[in-house]
């Protein structure tokens, strides 16, 4: 499932280099979800028990996709496919 994680992370990450400018909001929101993902996925397996779940990150990624859905439809699939995944994942 990491494996998975990190796909869709790199995914949504050439699909915004080919969407062109982002407005502020949305693009700090986006720094600080694939931040935190970045930290989860550095702890992996060392993170205590329930810990992952305190993030929201699957909530905060179906947000996003919300958001982008309206400004940037070329990017709603890969942020709900990530948030999918989270979802999938506990977190």
Same mark, same amino acid.
């Given at each position: 499932?990491?494996?998975? *994680?990190?796909? !869709?992370?790199?995914? +949504?990450?050439? =699909? *915004? #280099?080919?969407?062109?400018?982002?407005? @502020?909001? &949305?693009?700090?929101l986006l &720094? $600080?979800?694939?931040?935190?993902?970045?930290a989860l996925?550095? =702890?992996?397996? @060392?993170?205590?028990?329930? @810990? %992952?779940? %305190?993030?929201? &990150?699957?909530? =905060? !990624? $179906? @947000? +996003?996709? #919300?958001k982008f859905?309206?400004?940037?439809?070329?990017?709603?699939? #890969?942020? =709900?496919?990530?948030?999918?995944? *989270?979802?999938?994942?506990?977190?």
């Amino acid at each position: 499932m990491e494996g998975n *994680l990190k796909a !869709s992370l790199k995914s +949504l990450h050439a =699909r *915004l #280099a080919q969407a062109g400018p982002v407005d @502020e909001e &949305l693009q700090e929101l986006l &720094l $600080q979800l694939d931040s935190d993902i970045k930290a989860l996925l550095e =702890r992996g397996s @060392e993170a205590p028990p329930g @810990e %992952t779940t %305190t993030f929201g &990150l699957a909530e =905060r !990624s $179906q @947000e +996003l996709s #919300a958001k982008f859905a309206v400004k940037h439809p070329q990017l709603e699939p #890969a942020l =709900r496919e990530l948030g999918t995944i *989270l979802s999938n994942m506990g977190i």
